[in-house]
């Protein structure tokens, strides 16, 4: 398939079916998405229009990223594997350029949400553990 030359709805629903396709069989992912996700004709709809949002600013998405990851027992680790499939995703459909601004822009979103789930500057001053510091979140070893 040549590469998108263009960001629009058909390349990013092709952008997200083709990446959550490897995330589903990925032995670090799949085990997180596989249990997370009930429907995943209505979880990639909803993706497509978190991506549309995000990349063509359309207002299509009408959840919380925050709240949906917090209920999952997603580990720190995950991020870079869930970065390295995108990179290697949006490179095999992208543009050069294209795919580096679905790069950036995922890049960003990691950083916030692990941001979010794990950084806890208290926690840190004491010595506790990130994880132990959320009662919303399940201990697990990495």
Known sequence: MAP???ITEPAIAALVECFYA???HDPVLGPVFNSAVD???EHLEKLCAFWSSV???TARYKG???AAHLKQPIEPH???RWLALWRETSGELFAPEIAA???DKAERIAESL???LFYRPRAAETGAGSRSSNPNRSARAG
């Open 78 to 80: 995950f991020f870079e």
């Open 4 to 6: 998108y030359d263009d």
């Open 114 to 116: 692990k941001l979010a």
């Open 39 to 41: 429907d995943w004709d």
């Open 101 to 103: 601004r679905f790069r």
């Open 64 to 66: 919380n990223p925050m």
């Open 22 to 24: 490897k995330a589903r």
């Open 55 to 57: 990349m063509l600013t």
